[in-house]
């Protein structure tokens, strides 16, 4: 058997893998990266655009990022965490872009407005009471707020035109944001790697066999589907981006970081129109609020979406349960993650979440019809014939272990690190792609400490982020400057 010898693997083709290749090898070209990818082309698994919401989350409009409190008050510090993250986003693609590493912006990232749309009494008054609370922090100070049907008609014609003149709407608007399309992005990324002397992409290449020497460098065995060969790999450091695989992986590793850790499988889908009269006559991407019991990735929004250059229009996603972790895995992938470690949290969270459970049972056997009303709530004439169902991707949601051995449905994304710093994984779902620049940067800092304290490395990651090691949510100087840089050379301003 071939063995391979390399400082890092990468295990996926996505966007956190990409993410994080790319930046060790701004920061070091000397390192030698291999790249491991179970399909046949990199980005095709969550990071694909269809796949996924391709809203640049920076909590403009996703209101499950600003829970309502029992006494009728607003959370917004998720929401500015958030958008902060997505700042680190656009900061690292606007350097990779002046430098000729990224294509024009345009080919992965378009000015969507992000809007919030409600109606009734009570979410009326939610949604002018967050306006209120975000408005008055420097990140969201543009956010608009009407009521007005004359305004909505402008922002949002689809959605208020022949609606019930007697119900009461409101909607929030930031003019500057924006669809990303992850696959051409993370693509374009890969493509530019590949380019780079140690460097090596290997596709159609699953991890078979994962475990650490006692040397405190990683064995990682590869079949080839196309040919069979096999091959070991030997690195000094692992990070295990493979989206809903990525649990099942940091299992085999052993760490023991890893106990506690489940997964719940999520999968999703859209209602898609292409027909050109109706898609030009919204550009946006609203949000409304999540029906009791929906996970997050099930908050209904009407979308513009721009992907491989092509406009279309997407509704959804309609959430539904599978036991599949990747949406070309195995229906095994569920039973085969449970483990003693991990079997008292996911039975915990199974039977405190039977809410969450009848919503994923009541989404599959959903009609297209009932879709369709669903839709027309966002849009009142929508017709049946002019939209087409398609598959979404797969998102695993963690599972984690609670400090009496129960356990805890987790809707975000998360770090989980081997405490010697050899191995890494990224587990979770939204916001995602959408903040894999600092999440790979949280990488960097627990994974390579010493180097990310040397002077060099410290100035590299200024370069490639400037507001590194400084707070956007406190430094409202420090958030302006940077974004006018970002919003003009990503073509958003």
């Known amino acids: 058997m071939a063995v391979r010898q390399a400082d890092v693997v990468l295990v996926g083709g996505g966007v956190m893998s990409a993410t994080l290749g790319m930046m060790l090898k701004q920061l070091d070209p000397s390192l030698d990266i291999v790249m491991v990818e179970r399909l046949d082309h990199v980005a095709h698994e969550s990071t694909d655009g269809w796949n996924n919401a391709g809203t640049g989350h920076a909590g403009y409009c996703e209101l499950n990022y600003t829970p309502e409190t029992d006494d009728g008050d607003v959370t917004i510090e998720r929401a500015l965490k958030i958008n902060a993250q997505f700042e680190v986003s656009l900061q690292f693609w606007s350097y990779l872009v002046e430098q000729g590493v990224l294509p024009d912006p345009k080919s992965f990232i378009n000015r969507t407005p992000h809007q919030s749309f409600v109606w009734g009494e009570k979410d009326v008054a939610f949604l002018k009471r967050r306006h209120e609370k975000l408005s008055a922090h420097h990140l969201f100070r543009e956010m608009e707020y009407s009521e007005s049907p004359d305004v909505l008609e402008k922002w949002m014609p689809l959605v208020v035109n022949h609606r019930d003149p007697m119900q009461r709407v409101a909607a929030t608007r930031i003019n500057h944001g924006s669809d990303v399309d992850f696959g051409s ?66 299992q085999k590793s052993g760490i023991d970081e890893a106990r506690g850790y489940g997964g719940f499988p999520v999968s999703g889908q859209w209602l898609v129109c292409g027909k050109p009269d109706i898609v030009q006559q919204h550009n946006s991407k609203v949000y409304g609020k999540a029906p009791i019991g929906a996970p997050p990735m099930s908050v209904p929004h009407l979308d513009t979406r721009i992907i491989n250059g092509e406009p279309a229009l997407l509704f959804g996603p309609f959430a539904g349960f599978t036991t599949r972790f990747l949406k070309q895995g195995s229906i095994f992938d569920l039973i085969g993650s449970v483990r003693t470690t991990n079997l008292k949290p996911m039975l915990s969270v199974s039977k405190s979440n039977m809410d969450l459970t009848r ?37 695993v949601q963690i599972i984690k272990e609670t400090e009496d051995g129960g ?40 994974c390579f400490p010493e180097k990310m304290k040397s002077a060099q490395w410290q100035d590299r990651i200024r370069d490639l982020v400037p507001s590194y090691g400084q707070s956007l949510v406190e430094d409202e100087a420090l958030l302006n400057k940077v974004r006018e840089r970002t919003l003009s050379t990503l073509k958003l301003a």
């Open 359 to 395: 919503y994923l049972i009541g989404e599959v056997f959903q009609s297209h019809s009932d879709r369709v009303s669903s839709l027309r709530n966002f849009f009142p004439d929508a017709r049946e014939d002019d939209w087409e169902l398609q598959m979404a991707g797969q998102r």
């Open 185 to 250: 992005l993370t693509r374009s990324m890969v493509k530019w790697l590949e380019t780079q002397d140690n460097f090596e992409l290997m596709l159609s290449c699953p991890v078979h066999y994962i475990d650490q020497r006692d040397n405190g460098r990683w064995k990682v065995r590869v079949k080839n589907q196309k040919t069979g060969e096999l091959t070991k790999l030997e690195a000094g450091f692992v990070f295990l981006g493979a989206g809903g695989g990525a649990l099942p992986l940091l």
């Open 407 to 446: 356990g805890k449905l987790e809707f975000g994304t998360e770090i989980v690190a081997a405490k010697d710093g050899t191995l890494a994984a990224l587990l979770g779902a939204s916001p995602g792609a959408s903040t894999a620049a600092n999440a790979m940067l949280d990488v960097l800092e627990r």
